[in-house]
């Protein structure tokens, strides 16, 4: 999606994207992406419903098309373990912090819950199954202000992000790079070197 002057727009510059769901119908092949509008409506990616509700909800026109190497930060693929959620929870009063707030295409959980464990793979490679894609892990993840936001209502809360900033250094979770593609299973038993762990 690009703005009248042909910029790529993302959550980062545009808040109001968070409203909108994306699904893939056709798993095996990429194809039938749907677009759930913040109203409910379901419509084809390429519907100009989508586009018109798009505009309506940033205020300018925008124009969508199919990219071949997506819009994304540092890298395509962004991982987190269960245990760094779990220890997150402590910069909001213990509470449970929904997981979509970090985005995160991967999550992982260790047979040794040792939080922010994933911060020591960066140059290492991460086996998702035996026969699945092999990640290339490329650098910690800075995070900002897209955290501060309910992933369903879209009210902000600032607690996780001062939380990031007190103790990580806004540094949470890893970018990786695919080496080698392939289907991710949920459950699959995941390998960094020769420590298994699970995909969850």
Not at 10 to 25: V, W
Not at 69 to 81: I, K, M, R, S
């Amino acid at each position: 999606m690009v703005d009248a002057e042909g910029n790529a727009l993302s959550a980062r510059r545009a808040h109001a994207l968070l409203g909108f769901r994306a699904t893939c119908a056709e798993h095996e092949t990429g194809e039938g992406v749907h677009v759930t509008t913040p109203e409910g409506w379901e419509l084809p990616w390429d519907d100009p419903g989508v586009v018109a509700e798009l505009g309506l909800a940033l205020g300018y026109p925008v124009t969508l098309g199919r990219s071949a190497v997506g819009v994304h930060d540092a890298a395509p693929v962004h991982l987190l373990t269960t245990a760094s959620l779990t220890a997150a929870q402590d910069w909001v009063g213990g509470e449970e912090i929904d997981r979509r707030r970090f985005r995160a295409n991967v999550i992982v959980e260790l047979d040794d819950p040792k939080p922010f464990a994933e911060g020591g793979w960066v140059g290492r490679a991460l086996a998702l199954g035996a026969d699945g894609p092999v990640l290339s892990v490329v650098s910690p993840t800075e995070r900002c202000a897209i955290t501060t936001f309910d992933p369903d209502t879209l009210e902000r809360d600032t607690r996780v992000l001062a939380g990031l900033a007190r103790a990580r250094e806004n540094l949470f979770g890893v970018y990786a790079r695919v080496a080698r593609p392939g289907w991710a299973q949920v459950g699959a038993p995941v390998r960094l070197g020769e420590t298994a762990v699970a995909l969850t």
